[in-house]
């Protein structure tokens, strides 16, 4: 269970850092898949909190 709980906490970290670069990025196309990245990653970590 704590390694479910890490790798839900790691998703979590890794959405925020993408949303962050997203915010960050001047070039449009980077904005695009970074703020693409930063959803899948938050409904990942969504669908493994649901299943705890």
């Known amino acids: 269970m704590k390694d479910m ?14 949303a962050l670069i997203r915010d960050l990025a ?3 196309k980077k904005r695009k898949l970074f703020a693409r990245l930063a ?6 970590a969504a669908a493994v909190e649901q299943h705890q």
Do not use: H, N
């Open 5 to 18: 709980q890490a790798r839900l906490e790691k998703l979590k970290r890794d959405a925020a850092e993408c």
């Open 39 to 44: 959803e899948q990653l938050a409904v990942l």
């Open 26 to 28: 001047s070039d449009p």
